[in-house]
């Protein structure tokens, strides 16, 4: 059987997971999926390229993903599958992971670039799956034990741009079926959520969870990044869900230490946390990119204040979750089933993370009520 080694967001390892089933019977093929979407990424690509070097020298190693696309000179000598190849070659393959939620591409691509954005350079053309693709796969996971499904894409608000139908009609047709997992959105830009969209989805056994990147709380900067709105259409938007959900999880990506973000810009994005319905926070530290726009204006922001800022970031939204956690006590809700490591935990559709300390299967979706909430853990016991 070929072994994956998977590095990225949950795109990247759909597509690894895929390339996995393509080449499940052969034993010989070792696939690094790499990623550059921060430096960090790339920093992990690589040391994943060489341990497949090192541990398997006399096996066939596929490098394929999007630092392969950026870099390709790193990997000369060694079969390297591009993006376009790649999606050809996994085009018709449903893949079966080994994970306890399924992960389902709908779209590829984005041509809405930011200027912080190496992914939009590399991730050019938009590639949306038909519909009845779609349903298919999303019998299939259920054929797999899958309870929970999770929709993902380099910017699942464009679906359907290439084919003339939009996002809000794919969640129309979804609702259509019946018997239906439960569905997850991956990362939605906020210049997509609107009253039409939150509509749609309340026809379908959707979670309680948006993941939003916003990456930064100060108009000045998403000016700077390119982005296609400002602070007060943000409150705007996570007020839209917050009226609309209730006990809704909402997720954000940030960007500190952008150039030009200075402590008045960065007291500005920690004032809309604040103010915001917010629960978590993905907080990643600029790292330019060479292809991207931004590049040209440098890296000012040392390395010690992108530390200070993030920590500062990380501490308001451990204390918000915490608050959001325990107005869940005594709430019964519905977890999927996942083991970590030796411990048994279920997630909520709000993405609240649960232990458990009772026997379950992975996968199941089983009904919880929480007990017990500290800063660094929530806890539950099974209802039903």
């Known amino acids: 059987m070929a072994i994956l080694l998977n590095v990225g967001c949950k795109l990247n390892q759909y597509e690894g997971y895929c390339l996995a089933e ?6 010989n093929v070792i696939i690094v999926n790499t990623c550059c979407v921060t430096h960090e990424a790339e920093v992990k690509s690589l040391k994943k390229f060489r341990q497949a070097k090192r541990d398997f020298p ?5 490098v394929t993903g999007c630092l392969v696309q950026l870099k390709p000179e790193i990997f000369t000598g060694y079969d390297i599958v591009d993006n376009e190849e790649r999606n050809i070659i996994i085009e018709d393959i449903f893949p079966a992971p080994k994970k306890s939620r399924y992960f389902l591409k709908i779209e590829d691509g984005c041509n809405q670039p930011c200027t912080f954005c190496v992914v939009s350079k590399i991730r050019k053309k938009i590639v949306s799956k038909p519909v009845e693709i779609i349903k298919k796969e999303i019998e299939w996971a259920k054929s ?4 929970e499904i999770v929709l993902v894409g380099a910017n699942i608000g464009l ?18 079926m019946s018997e239906i997992p439960r569905i997850r959105l991956s990362s939605l830009e906020p210049n997509f959520i609107n009253d039409e969209l939150i509509s749609s989805l309340k026809n379908l056994p959707v979670c309680r969870h948006f993941h939003i990147p916003i990456q930064s709380g100060d108009d ?16 705007k938007t996570l007020e839209l869900i917050s009226k609309n959900f209730s006990d809704v999880g909402i997720g954000a990506d940030l960007i500190v230490g952008f150039p030009e973000e200075t402590e008045i810009e960065f007291k500005n994005t920690c004032d809309l946390i604040k103010d915001s319905p917010l629960t978590h926070l993905h907080i990643f530290t600029y790292s330019p990119r060479h292809i991207t726009e931004a590049y040209k204006f440098g890296d000012p922001v040392s390395v010690p204040e992108k530390k200070k800022r993030f920590w500062v970031l990380k501490k308001l939204i451990v204390e918000k979750n915490y608050k959001f956690r325990q107005g869940l006590i005594d709430k019964k809700i519905d977890v999927i089933i996942e083991k970590k490591r030796d411990m048994i935990k279920g997630l909520t559709d709000n993405y609240i993370r649960v232990n458990i300390d009772q026997p379950c299967n992975e996968r199941e979706l089983r009904t919880i009520r929480i007990i017990k909430v500290t800063e660094t853990e929530t806890v539950g016991i099974i209802t039903q």
């Open 22 to 27: 393509k080449y499940q019977r052969d034993a």
């Open 58 to 62: 006399n096996k066939k190693i596929i």
């Open 144 to 147: 797999l034990g899958f309870n």
């Open 159 to 176: 679906y359907g741009l290439d084919m003339g139908t939009s996002l809000v009609e794919l969640f129309r047709e979804l609702s259509k």
């Open 220 to 235: 000045k900067i998403l000016f700077l990044m390119g982005r296609r709105y400002d602070t007060n259409y943000l409150r």
